[in-house]
T-cell receptor, first 113, second 112 residues
Framework: DSGVTQTPKHLITATGQRVTLRCSPR?????VYWYQQSLDQGLQFLIQ???????AKGNILERFSAQQFPDLHSELNLSSLELGDSALYFC????????????FGPGTRLLVL | GENVEQHPSTLSVQEGDSAVIKCTYS??????FPWYKQELGKGPQLIID?????GEKKDQRIAVTLNKTAKHFSLHITETQPEDSAVYFC???????????FGTGTRLTIIP
């Protein structure tokens, strides 16, 4: 158990809908990262937050947004969902220092029908 | 940006033999290289990492080597066991930040 929790574990929704994925980092970690894992794209970095502020952005679509709250949990919002958004979404956390380990949560499996 | 290539994509080895997975990276400023193991239905789990100030690191049956000049690093698993079967990912950080770029993964199968 990495200490990172994600909810829900599974999510099934329809095209055009909006969903929210939730992540709680390990105790003491200030940084949260979101990754998307699909069969043909591997693990892709989406966005990073550090102590409530956006720190780095990757290949995140404009339809997607995230935030980190004062208690350090984070939410990833996915809107106007398309079939191609079906994937595993992972959250990871770390202290936020360079070269520090990122610990991954168990993921949320999203299926868009 | 950083680009990480990983080979092979699949690897089958006899139980007890060694397995080697290789990765190359493009950004010479990268200085942190973790390896993750992902079992079916689970999140990636860190198994070993190396920072650019060392050339080799070992933890029991697992070792990682880093060649900064050639910009490649490798994972070595000795005395493989059935529970080593999983997908392994290498990664490299960006210069001066924590963003990780992952390789495409290696599916390792240990044959009993």
């Amino acid at each position: 158990d990495s200490g990172v929790t994600q909810t829900p574990k599974h999510l099934i929704t329809a095209t055009g809908q909006r969903v929210t994925l939730r992540c709680s980092p390990r105790s003491g970690d200030l940084s949260v990262y979101w990754y998307q894992q699909s069969l043909d794209q591997g693990l892709q970095f989406l966005i990073q937050y550090y102590n409530g502020e956006e720190r780095a952005k990757g290949n995140i679509l404009e339809r997607f947004s995230a935030q980190q709250f004062p208690d350090l949990h984070s939410e990833l919002n996915l809107s106007s969902l398309e079939l191609g958004d079906s994937a595993l979404y992972f959250c990871a956390s770390s202290t936020g220092d360079v070269q520090e380990t990122q610990y991954f949560g168990p993921g949320t499996r999203l299926l868009v029908l | 940006g950083e680009n990480v290539e990983q080979h092979p994509s699949t690897l089958s080895v006899q139980e007890g033999d060694s397995a080697v997975i290789k990765c190359t990276y493009s950004d010479s400023a990268s200085n942190y290289f973790p390896w993750y193991k992902q079992e079916l239905g689970k999140g990636p789990q860190l198994i070993i990492d190396i920072r650019s100030n060392v050339g080799e690191k070992k933890d029991q049956r697992i070792a990682v080597t880093l060649n900064k000049t050639a910009k490649h690093f490798s994972l070595h698993i000795t005395e493989t066991q059935p529970e080593d079967s999983a997908v392994y990912f290498c990664a490299a950080n960006g210069p001066g930040n924590e963003k990780l770029t992952f390789g495409t993964g290696t599916r390792l199968t240990i044959i009993p």
